[in-house]
């Protein structure tokens, strides 16, 4: 099958540091591929190339089957690429549904930027639609900031999804949630995969192994291995380098 | 279904009409006295407020502190009386004004618009400090002493027309001027343009990450601000028969911030009653005494400690908390 997403050779180094080291992976359409590694492994920085917040010392993306250097972050998000962030980066003065809004009038045609907001019945749609999907109908009038973490963490979620990416990029969406809260996000996750590409960070390993297609494991910027679940953890340097860590 | 901000814009709308009603009561008034005095003045407060309402849509609405909007407002301004001494037609002037600040905003905005933050505010204080300077000593334009002898204006609307020097008409025309940019403004920041506004306000940084141009956007909004700035200005020279340098000092930028801090920052009606009220304030407190300044900065004070979100930014929840549920079935 055809990758939705490529990574060719992506490298970033930070005065000595090289936080990404010529990393080269695919993402299958429809699938979840996992990036895991320690922390400060690069996983974080490698989304940022993908991304476009960070510009790439060396290599390129291909999504969908067309190469694209260095763009800036609206453009790549006008491509497909849309992402959320492992520190919650929502418009915290704004209202949950007025966050949603935000994200969603993405969809609207350019005609419609100079129509009123109320005007605007694609992105009100969306609106609806991901109010329910994410269980935050209850909260739509309440301010992004008044939230509890865990729906922060969702309302995160569904703001990177708001305007249908074709990929979507999710670092650590749990981090911080309740055992219940993780398991329930991993299963809205999973069910993303419908209509969208999925590419996780995550560090709950279990979850990792039960959701993902495909594992990435990073260690020191570049890339220890690469495969479904059950062959990555049999993977002896991933054993040694990971695994080994979290099992003593 | 609204949401909170286009409520918010909703009860913007009624405090308009509210001043608006009063605007009247007091044209009525001052009509009934013979006044003309009260009338200029209040003409004046209105002009003054449209530079406030171009303050508010950029710090209230976008997030950046524009410490010399003045620039643009006295530019219209000079604009206006260039022309008008020319060719003394109103609607030659203000599509002058309104063509030659596209470009001049845009000038100022591919500048401007790459800061944001202090950096922001020093910028735009420091283009309108550099020209303000030049102006001042350019003689072509009359240099200190500015450009005086505008003639008196026939607005001609076909059926009828308005003298710029029969104080009640000025007045209401300049009224409905003023309630038209105020439109303007709250209908571009009532749509899907306008929201990511309020989203560079909210959080810059995850914007760009949604999809839109943070540059492309702050530019925009610059531009729009620079027009309303300009085109209030523009009646300057009609009311008063002169322009002058001292238009685009940092004392009427100032006056300006300050006004819609009064009123309210971000409340788009906050700043046209702040500013009407600071402008009538200096006027009629400076006429009891010369000291009018301790008393507008025992006021300022004042209202920051026990409204700090402005005379509006007080009423208005009230009032979007009213609507809210009225909308509620
Ligand atoms: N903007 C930056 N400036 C300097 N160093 C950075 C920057 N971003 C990341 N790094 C460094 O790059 C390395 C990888 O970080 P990160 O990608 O956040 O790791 P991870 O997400 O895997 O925990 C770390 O050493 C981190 O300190
Ligand atoms: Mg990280």
Known sequence: MKPMLEARNLAVSFGGIHAVDGVTFAAAPNQITTVIGPNGAGKSTLFNLISGAVRPHRGHIVLDGKRHEHMRPDRLRELGIGRSFQITNLFFELTVAENLRLAAQLLEPRKHWLVPVRRSTLAGQRVGELLEEFHLAGKADERAGDLSHGEQRRLEIAVALAARPKVLMLDEPTQGMSHSDTAETARLIRALTDSVTVLLIEHDIGLVMDISDRIVVMHQGRKLADGPPAEVRADPAVQAAYFGHARS | ?329
């Open chain 2, 1 to 329: 279904m609204l949401d909170r901000l286009s409520l918010s814009m909703r009860a913007s709308h009624i405090l308009v009409a509210l001043l608006v009603v009063i605007a009247l009561v007091f044209a009525l008034v001052a009509w009934s006295t013979g006044d003309r005095f009260y009338l200029r003045l209040a003409t004046e407060a209105l002009i003054f407020a449209g530079l406030a309402l171009s303050v508010d849509t950029l710090l209230g609405y976008t997030g950046l502190l524009p410490l010399g909007q003045a620039l643009f407002f006295g530019f219209g301004a000079y604009v206006s009386a260039l022309v008008l001494r020319e060719a003394p037609s109103f609607w030659t002037a203000i599509g002058v004004v309104f063509l030659s600040t596209l470009v001049v905003g845009l000038t100022g905005g591919v500048i401007a618009s790459r800061a944001r933050g202090v950096y922001f505010a020093l910028i735009s204080f420091g283009l309108a400090q550099v020209v303000s300077k030049v102006v001042f000593n350019i003689r072509e334009l009359g240099a200190s002493d500015g450009l005086r002898g505008i003639p008196v204006l026939d607005i001609e609307f076909g059926l009828f027309s308005i003298s710029t020097n029969a104080p009640l008409a000025f007045f209401l025309f300049t009224l409905a001027f003023i309630l038209l940019l105020y439109a303007l403004a709250a209908y571009l920041l009532d749509t899907p343009f306008g929201r990511v506004l309020i989203a560079l306000k909210a959080n810059e940084k995850r914007v760009p990450f949604l999809g839109y141009s943070v540059f492309g956007a702050r530019l925009a909004a610059y531009i729009l601000a620079a027009e309303i700035a300009a085109l209030s200005g523009a009646l300057y020279p009609m009311l008063r028969g002169f322009v002058s340098p001292e238009l685009m000092f940092f004392a009427v930028s100032g006056n300006a911030i300050i006004g819609v801090i009064l009123g309210g920052v971000g409340t788009l009606a906050g700043a046209l009653y702040g500013s009407i009220l600071l402008t009538l304030m200096r006027s009629i407190v400076g006429t009891w005494t010369e000291h009018h300044l301790i008393v507008i900065g025992l006021v300022f004070i004042i209202v920051v400690i026990f409204l700090p979100r402005g005379l509006l930014g007080f009423v208005r929840p009230r009032l979007e908390a009213v609507l809210s549920r009225r909308q509620k079935p």
